[in-house]
């Protein structure tokens, strides 16, 4: 195992004292440039990482979250975000937003973070596996995930159980009469389109029925390729009677596309989505769909933070919690037909 770069090596390295050292890393101002681009070149070339949980000890709290969020746009997680912040508020936390649309975007984020200007930081779209959110997390920086959630046993998650939630959906379909169900999924390098693709595949195999690849489609949580997925999934030889899709937005824009073809929702295809936004419910479009409780897991999300920063970086055993889906029963999946 190798040994961790200290501030002694830093200081040696660039040819200054530790307390120099220290100055710079607390971005103190009374030292010099020259001095300055030495010591952060000796940093860089020694691939130094300050000890955050020490700093943070030293440092005074800010009384700042940090919220990660992938995509403002998508109602799902502007609807998680306002949760965040009001129960932040009640508890007597700001919350800066950071709308993390790209990998390189998210570093930059990270490193801000690093320098302390936030307590802690809630990560509401990470993928399973991403080396700079593990390295936070091992070096004891407070973190909960909250929605998606990384695969590091060690990190602190609030999420929906997706492989039930799926299984809900697809069952409720089964139920209603289809044996030839499509799915349209999100990347799988993330656990919500993961384990709502195991519980779609388990769900059709634990009812003997079989599992057709050509009915399942990558929609990557995207308006566009859901469209094009479900104009796939409707010209196939056999095209699906229902389809279970993976987020309420990529749900709304298949619905699009079956209308689209001239043919009718629920009677030539029923559809089924998961998170419950709020437009899912209007009258006009009426999805059936899983409803992940976003109110619930943003308020847990704080609270488990807020609980992480009162124990002034002391470890503890990370929180796994799976939050219960439910089946929220409107027009699209065709219960109402089905009881006739």
């Not at 975000?81 to 129960?87: F, L, T």
């Not at 229902?242 to 009718?264: K, Q, T």
């Amino acid at each position: 195992m190798p040994v961790p770069v200290t501030t002694k090596d830093v200081a040696r390295k660039a040819g200054v004292s530790q307390a120099t050292v220290s100055r710079v890393l607390n971005n103190h101002h009374y030292v010099n440039e020259e001095t300055r681009q030495k010591v952060l070149k000796a940093i860089k070339e020694l691939g130094y990482q300050p000890n955050i949980i020490a700093r943070s000890m030293a440092l005074q709290k800010t009384h700042a979250l940090g919220l990660m969020v992938s995509d403002l746009t998508n109602p799902f997680y502007s609807e998680l975000a306002k949760s965040i912040i009001n129960r932040a508020k009640e508890l007597g936390y700001n919350v800066i937003i950071y709308n993390t649309d790209t990998e390189d975007v998210q570093a930059t984020y990270l490193d801000f973070l690093q320098q302390r200007r936030v307590d802690g930081i809630i990560f509401t779209s990470v993928e399973l596996k991403d080396s700079k959110v593990e390295k936070l997390v091992k070096a004891g920086f407070p973190c909960v995930f909250c929605n998606r959630r990384l695969k590091l046993k060690t990190s602190s998650f609030i999420c929906s159980d997706n492989k039930k939630g799926a299984k809900i959906a697809v069952k409720h379909l089964i139920n209603l009469g289809h044996k030839h169900i499509g799915y349209i999924s999100g990347p799988n390098n993330y656990s919500t389109a993961l384990e709502r693709l195991e519980g779609y595949i388990e769900t059709v195999r634990e009812h003997g029925l079989h599992v057709d690849n050509q009915l399942i489609k990558q929609g990557y949580f995207n308006n566009d390729y859901a469209y094009s997925a479900t104009r796939e999934l409707i010209s196939i030889p056999n095209p699906p009677t229902a389809i279970f899709v993976s987020n309420d937005l990529m749900a709304l824009a298949a619905m699009e596309a079956v209308l689209d073809a001239g043919l009718r929702v629920p009677e030539d295809i029923a559809l089924v989505g998961y998170d419950d936004i709020k437009i899912s419910g209007h009258k006009l479009i009426q999805l059936t769909t899983v409803a992940q409780h976003m109110e619930t897991m943003g308020r847990l999300a704080v609270d488990e933070l807020v609980q992480m920063l009162s124990r002034d970086g002391g470890r503890q055993k990370p929180v796994h919690k799976f939050l219960e889906p439910e089946l929220i029963i409107r027009e699209t999946c065709g219960y109402r037909l089905a009881k006739k």
